[in-house]
């Protein structure tokens, strides 16, 4: 299984960037695909996640409102829409698959893409 993540760059705050994961390597239907990031100093944190067979999504609180999260069945991939970015939502953001029954915990997950960098300068 790969998961590719693309997308980050720098951004001014109120400004907007989508990141997307390019999933391959088997399907995933059984899985969550979930959203983390992870700034400087701090923790690996939860930010949203998806059921790739239903679609339900999961939204962190810290995101709620600004980001959404989203998937292309087609095309294998998942999206996370990211709207009126904040200096605080700095941080390399991580795609992950898993057969998870708890999508906010991390430790659940069993692939990883390779994070893709987020600054929002103020």
């Known amino acids: 299984v790969q998961l590719q993540a693309s997308g980050g760059g720098l951004v001014q705050a109120g400004g907007s960037l989508r990141l997307s994961c390019s999933a391959s390597g088997r399907t995933f239907s059984s899985y969550f695909m979930g959203w983390f990031r992870q700034a400087p100093g701090k923790e690996r944190e939860f930010v949203a996640a998806?059921?790739?067979?239903?679609?339900?999504?999961y939204h962190a609180d810290s995101g709620k409102g600004r980001f959404t999260i989203s998937r292309d069945n087609a095309k294998t991939t998942v999206y996370l829409q990211m709207n009126s970015l904040k200096p605080e939502d700095t941080a390399v953001y991580y795609c992950?698959?898993?057969?998870?029954?708890?999508?906010?915990?991390?430790?659940?997950?069993?692939?990883w893409g390779q994070g893709t960098l987020v600054t929002v300068s103020s």
């Open positions: 992950a698959a898993g057969e998870v029954r708890n999508y906010r915990r991390m430790y659940e997950y069993d692939y």
């Open positions: 998806i059921s790739w067979s239903v679609g339900t999504k």
